[in-house]
């Protein structure tokens, strides 16, 4: 059954941007459903004034800053059709609302999925990783979220519910631009449905950042699969150099088929190069996150190779 609860906000007489008040300056009606369905519900009668919260490490601290003020706030922290991680037939299934804390420790995701296992290890700190989730990572649609690339070299699906039903969508459809992704108003992202790689197949995640609490500068992920040194299927995918996380394709096509030899790598990193499209903001210069991405592709190649090769 839903709870309903009234939010009065309290006035802060300093800037919130300069300094932590621990207030909430908005005012807002607050829900706790039990279900996907009274989310969905809740969702579609509130429409655009509605928001999600699930750890709410990005949508407090955007509510803090008065980015956003929305009107009413749809906790999923008890929805337990959200929150679970389950060895499914061909793929391993997580709920959106898990936390990455759950992630980071489950032993299937470290053993068959270590690019993403990685990736959440370089997230934030232990707190944070003790309430932020998944589906909070993906929704918030920071063209640095960590656990993007990973996702995008499993080839991960998103299972949306909205009203008329639910769907799912390939991840690499599910980005539009930075904050911007497929979601409607009224739908919710439910669950992260990773396929189980063909044996053989390992993975790595390489985060390039100013300090070890901050966003990427740029991060990589790659899954290699290699016979006799030779590869076999490789993809790549890398975070904070384009509006989005992309896939980084044409490097993918030159490698397939190629050995892993110095002078390949080092031809592979010249490509990644021309794919990114990365800008100057306040983590780092288009510059650096160009020839860094050169660089980091290489490294997490080696050592998805290493992986593979039992070194
Ligand atoms: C100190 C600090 C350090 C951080 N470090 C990192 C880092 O290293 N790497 C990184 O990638 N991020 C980092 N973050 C950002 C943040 O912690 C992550 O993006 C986190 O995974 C967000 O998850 P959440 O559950 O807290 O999302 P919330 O803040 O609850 O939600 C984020 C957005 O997604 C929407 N949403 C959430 N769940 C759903 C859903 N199931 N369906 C539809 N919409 C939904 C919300 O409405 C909101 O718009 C950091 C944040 C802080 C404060």
Not at 144 to 163: C, N, Q, R, S, Y
């Amino acid at each position: 059954m839903t709870e309903r609860k009234f939010v009065k906000p309290l006035k802060p007489k300093v800037d919130v941007n300069k300094v932590n008040t621990r207030i909430l300056p908005v005012e807002f009606e607050y829900f706790e459903p039990r279900t996907v369905k009274e989310v969905v519900e809740l969702l579609s009668k509130y429409g655009s004034d509605a928001k999600i919260l699930a750890g709410g490490t990005d949508l407090i601290v955007r509510m803090k800053q008065r980015f956003i003020e929305p009107k009413y706030i749809v906790n999923i922290k008890k929805v337990k059709e959200l929150n679970f991680i389950e060895d499914r037939r061909d793929h391993l299934a997580i709920g959106a609302a898990t936390k990455l804390r759950e992630i980071e420790n489950s032993g299937i995701v470290r053993k068959k999925f270590t690019a993403l296992y990685e990736a959440v290890r370089s997230m934030a700190g232990v707190q944070i990783r003790n309430m932020a989730t998944i589906g909070g990572n993906l929704c918030n649609a920071s063209p640095a979220a960590d656990t993007a690339p990973p996702l995008l070299v499993f080839e991960a699906k998103l299972k949306i519910v909205g009203l008329d039903g639910e769907k799912l969508v390939p991840i690499s459809e599910f980005f539009l631009g930075p904050g911007k992704t497929v979601l409607k108003h009224n739908e919710v992202l439910a669950e992260i449905w990773i396929p189980y790689q063909p044996e053989g197949t390992e993975s790595a995640f390489i985060k390039i950042a100013r300090v070890a609490m901050d966003l990427a500068k740029v991060n990589v992920a790659v899954a290699l699969r290699t016979e006799g040194g030779v590869v076999k299927s490789v993809r790549i995918a890398l975070g904070a150099v384009a509006p989005t996380p992309i896939r980084a394709y044409k490097t993918e096509e030159f490698l397939t088929g190629k050995e892993l030899s110095e002078a390949v790598l080092e031809k592979a990193a010249e490509i990644v190069k021309t794919e990114v499209k990365p800008i100057t903001d306040i983590r780092s210069t288009a510059e650096y996150r160009r020839e860094v991405s050169g660089v980091i592709v290489k490294d997490a190649l080696l050592k998805a190779y290493e992986r593979i090769s039992g070194r």
